[in-house]
């Protein structure tokens, strides 16, 4: 079973996530911040982390860098930005850190986010 780690801000968006991917068989842990995953992501050993941007705490980006520095005892093996922002020079950072790639929130509900992830863990 895949393991996905959801780090985003918004409860209902969260909760909405983590609801379906866990229906669809996944292994599904959240934060709400970004301190609490980088905790989570620096434990590692996620198939896939979701990554909101703009977030409490520590932004998506600053998570990416820390990961970058200190990598995680077991790896994660995907983290897909999760945003709103689209054309943004933000994201072309995030990729140079470790990002794969970007789901715009605005593009996904959730039947389209599982079918995403069921790509992107079969890639």
């Known amino acids: ?8 801000d ?4 969260r909760d909405i996530y983590s609801s379906v991917l866990g229906q669809a068989g996944y292994e ?10 980088l905790a989570k992501a620096k434990e590692g050993g996620y198939d896939l982390i979701l990554l909101d941007v703009m977030l409490p705490k520590m932004d998506g980006i600053a998570l990416l860098g820390e990961l970058k520095k200190t ?14 922002l689209s054309h ?10 470790g990002a794969r790639d970007v789901i715009l929130k605005t593009d ?4 389209k986010l599982t079918e995403k992830v069921k790509k992107i863990l079969a890639a």
């Open 1 to 8: 079973m895949a393991k996905i780690l959801i780090v985003e």
């Open 10 to 13: 918004d409860k209902g968006t």
């Open 28 to 37: 599904v842990d959240v934060a709400e911040n970004g301190e609490a995953g």
């Open 71 to 84: 990598p995680p005892k077991a790896g994660n093996k995907n983290i897909f930005l999760l945003t709103n």
């Open 88 to 97: 943004d020079p933000i994201l072309k950072e995030a990729i140079s850190l």
């Open 108 to 111: 996904i509900n959730p039947g």
